[in-house]
């Protein structure tokens, strides 16, 4: 029969095992990190557009569906067009207008080339827009000819920051949210006559980056 202190020397470890289970379980935690992304959404919208050519307004079939401007007509060689429209950031954050994506098809498909001159005026608050009507209201089909120059835009203003991106600010009555564009665009080589489908896009970008919120959970 064993000794009782051998006894005793045996069953401590045993009692031991256990607790120290228990008071690693009950002592130790862990660490786990979530995370949420938020992105921003952008909106900016064509609020408003004008087309000028030497053809008249009734042979040029035009609209404005999904943010895209598109027109088609039936021309000649040499044929012009003058384009404009009114850019607004209506979105709740920041936006940058990166350019304008033109998209040219016609029919029949054979080679036509053009100049295509991009003038940019903006961004300007609503206020700044009200009373400039030069950039805007006072070109009409009467007088576009006289107000508009294929190779510097609006004549007695300087286009802004051309080819470059342009910030337009969140959507609110004295922010810089509004940009007007005009484009010219001609034909210099193709066919006598021909049908021509243009299609204008707005190419924007979100000045804000996504945000990244970090989350520790203790279990």
């Not at 064509?46 to 030497?54: C, L, M, Q």
């Amino acid at each position: 029969m064993l000794n009782q202190k051998v006894l005793v020397v045996m069953i401590i470890p045993l009692l031991l095992i256990p607790l120290a289970s228990f008071a690693y379980a009950h002592y130790t935690y862990t660490i786990e990190k979530k995370y949420k992304i938020h992105v921003y959404c952008g909106e900016v919208d064509i609020e408003t557009y004008k087309i000028y050519s030497p053809l008249d307004d009734k042979y040029v079939d035009d609209q404005l569906i999904n943010n895209t401007l598109s027109f088609s007509a039936d021309v000649w060689l040499g044929w012009y067009v003058w384009v404009g429209f009114l850019v607004k950031n209506n979105g709740l954050y920041a936006m940058n207008y990166e350019g304008t994506d033109i998209q040219i098809q016609t029919i029949p498909p054979d080679s036509v080339t053009w100049q295509i001159n991009e003038f940019y005026y903006g961004p300007m608050t609503k206020g700044e827009f009200n009373h400039n009507p030069d950039v805007w209201r006072s070109i009409t089909g009467d007088n576009y000819e006289e107000k508009l120059d294929p190779n510097t835009g609006i004549i007695g203003l300087e286009s802004e920051r051309a080819y470059t991106p342009i910030y337009l600010e969140p959507d609110g009555d004295h922010n810089l949210n509004k940009l007007i564009v005009w484009i010219y665009m001609e034909t210099l080589t193709g066919p006598e006559t021909f049908t021509v489908e243009i299609s204008i896009n707005t190419s924007t970008t979100i000045a804000e980056s996504y945000e990244v919120e970090q989350h520790e959970v203790i279990s």
